[in-house]
């Protein structure tokens, strides 16, 4: 599992998420996402935009 955070994800489907955090199974499929309200550990922060 991989937690991924950035100020800007794009999801496949087109949807821009502002501020998340998106989980990441380990067969790349996305489990779920939330709102990046505090510092996490094991999160990836990226900065500008990802694109999943």
Same mark, same amino acid.
């Given at each position: 599992m991989?937690?991924?955070?950035?100020?800007?994800?794009e999801l496949p489907d087109g949807t821009v998420l502002h501020? /998340?955090?998106? !989980?990441?199974?380990d067969n790349g499929n996305i489990i779920s996402h939330h709102k990046l309200q505090h510092e /996490?550990?094991? !999160?990836?922060?990226?900065?500008?935009?990802?694109?999943l």
């Open positions: 991989r937690k991924v955070a950035a100020h800007h994800i501020q /998340e955090v998106v !989980v990441i199974d /996490e550990p094991y !999160v990836e922060w990226f900065p500008g935009t990802v694109r």
